[in-house]
């Protein structure tokens, strides 16, 4: 399966933007780009997710690459309840992996009062 | 509507015993996973349950077991407890089976606890 690769740490002012790396050179043609968080004492939540295109949602925005070998998980103003592990997947489309989240270390944000 | 429920939240055991969790999908998910989260491996898949079959399972030794039931409510069993399954276990649900165009939701977790 293809990997991705994110920092382990970012911190953010509140009310600033919030970029979010993920490397993922390896990826082909048919993996989806998954972006769940997890915030503290809970399960993972979904945010947002894209094939090539860039995504917009009420949570987030999610910039692609146009070689697909990098994404960005936009927060447009963080707040205090964004403080959370950020975790970029990817899932294949036509192989068993989709019917799974793999979980790498994710991204810890930290949002700055 | 409802989110994912799982009971009960938290749950403390004894070494050798065994324990089922309980998960509620969302209403009209028919795919359940669940997953074990633990400070060492982080989030690992156990399996997914699809219209009350297994569908795919992750690398878990067969102490770990699981069940769907026809209103698609699952259930995941460990038998013969050891100190090394102390983790949150999630269960998370989907619309599509095995659709990498659609999200999960995940529940709030059992922390299971063993002595």
């Known amino acids: 399966d293809a990997k991705t690769t994110q920092p382990n740490s970012m911190e953010s002012n509140e009310e600033e933007p919030v970029h979010l790396p993920c490397n993922h050179s390896?990826?082909?043609?048919?993996?989806?780009i998954h972006w769940y968080r997890q915030l503290p004492s809970q399960g993972p939540e979904y945010v947002i997710h894209?094939?090539?295109s860039n995504v917009n949602n009420r949570m987030a925005s999610l910039a692609i690459a146009e070689d697909r070998k990098s994404s960005t998980l936009i927060l447009h103003r963080a707040t205090l309840r964004d403080a959370a592990v950020y975790y970029c997947?990817?899932?294949?489309?036509?192989?068993?992996?989709?019917?799974?989240?793999?979980f790498g270390s994710g991204t810890q944000l930290t949002v700055l009062p | 509507k409802a989110g994912v429920t799982q009971t009960p939240r938290y749950l403390i055991k004894t070494r050798g015993q065994q324990v089922t969790l309980s998960c509620s999908p969302i209403?009209?998910?028919?795919?359940v996973s669940w997953y074990q989260q633990t400070p060492g491996q982080g989030l690992q898949f156990l399996f997914e349950?699809?219209?009350?079959?297994?569908?795919n399972k992750g690398n878990f030794p067969g102490r770990f077991s699981g069940r769907q039931f026809s209103n698609s409510r699952s259930e995941m069993n460990v038998s013969t407890l050891e100190l090394g399954d102390s983790a949150l276990y999630l269960c998370?649900?989907?619309?599509?089976?095995?659709?990498?165009?659609?999200?999960?939701?995940f529940g709030s977790g059992t922390r299971l606890t063993v002595v």
């Open positions: 390896t990826i082909s043609g048919t993996d989806y």
């Open positions: 998370a649900s989907s619309l599509e089976h095995g659709g990498a165009n659609y999200g999960y939701t």
């Open positions: 894209g094939l090539t």
């Open positions: 997947i990817l899932r294949d489309a036509y192989s068993g992996s989709a019917r799974q989240l793999t």
């Open positions: 349950y699809f219209s009350e079959t297994q569908r």
């Open positions: 209403s009209g998910h028919r795919s």
